[in-house]
């Protein structure tokens, strides 16, 4: 999976210069997230990686499948990629450009997967901790994943804090099944 970062990193970044420099962070965040979607679908990573379908073609397709949602810059790098056999590296593309979109912006998005909803004091004590923790202006958007148990799990940026119930429970059945 390094290998994929590595090799996705230029084209975020040139990508993020782009956005940067059109004042259209945005707009090509949307398109990426789609993007990277839509290529880690099943039925059209089977596409992707054929060696039955030329690269033009595969670009073609799937920026048939995306439609409207892609600008003509997007369907541009699209023929870039499939010219470079680099079509699958979309949702790494696209993850990479959402750190460099949060970097620039000092912002961070949170996911806060819990139990039980949370109260608004409970978001918000969660949201002055992680802004101190990580000096950014931060957006904590919370679900309720009943699977958990208890407790919670976060995702900021790419740090995952595992408190739930049920991961502390996977976690002792792997130091049970070892010993």
Same mark, same amino acid.
């Not at 290998?3 to 420099?21: G, H, K, M, V, W």
């Given at each position: 999976?390094?290998?994929?970062?590595?090799?996705?990193?230029?084209?975020?970044?040139?990508?993020?210069?782009?956005?940067?420099?059109?004042?259209?962070?945005?707009?090509?965040?949307?398109?990426?997230?789609?993007?990277?979607?839509?290529?880690?679908?099943?039925?059209?990573?089977?596409?992707?990686?054929?060696?039955?379908?030329?690269?033009?073609?595969?670009?073609?397709?799937?920026?048939?499948?995306?439609?409207?949602?892609?600008?003509?810059?997007?369907?541009?790098?699209?023929?870039?990629?499939?010219?470079?056999?680099?079509?699958?590296?979309?949702?790494?593309?696209?993850?990479?450009?959402?750190?460099?979109?949060?970097?620039? !912006?000092?912002?961070?998005?949170?996911?806060?997967?819990?139990?039980?909803?949370?109260?608004?004091?409970?978001? !918000?004590?969660?949201?002055?901790?992680?802004?101190?923790?990580?000096?950014?202006?931060?957006?904590?958007?919370?679900?309720?994943?009943?699977?958990?148990?208890?407790?919670?799990?976060?995702?900021?940026?790419?740090?995952?804090?595992?408190?739930?119930?049920?991961?502390?429970?996977?976690?002792?059945?792997?130091?049970?099944?070892?010993?």
């Amino acid at each position: 999976m390094a290998e994929a970062a590595t090799l996705a990193r230029p084209y975020a970044n040139a990508i993020f210069q782009i956005a940067s420099d059109n004042d259209y962070l945005g707009g090509w965040s949307r398109m990426l997230g789609f993007l990277g979607v839509v290529a880690a679908d099943e039925g059209m990573g089977l596409l992707l990686s054929s060696p039955d379908v030329s690269g033009p073609e595969k670009a073609h397709k799937l920026a048939e499948v995306c439609g409207d949602e892609l600008n003509e810059r997007a369907r541009n790098l699209l023929q870039v990629l499939a010219a470079n056999q680099r079509l699958d590296l979309l949702p790494e593309i696209a993850l990479q450009y959402e750190a460099l979109k949060a970097a620039s !912006e000092q912002s961070l998005d949170v996911e806060v997967l819990s139990a039980y909803p949370l109260s608004q004091s409970e978001t !918000e004590t969660l949201k002055n901790a992680l802004v101190v923790k990580f000096d950014k202006e931060v957006t904590v958007t919370s679900s309720v994943d009943q699977s958990l148990l208890g407790g919670a799990v976060i995702r900021a940026g790419d740090m995952v804090i595992d408190g739930s119930v049920r991961g502390k429970l996977e976690k002792l059945a792997e130091m049970l099944q070892r010993a």
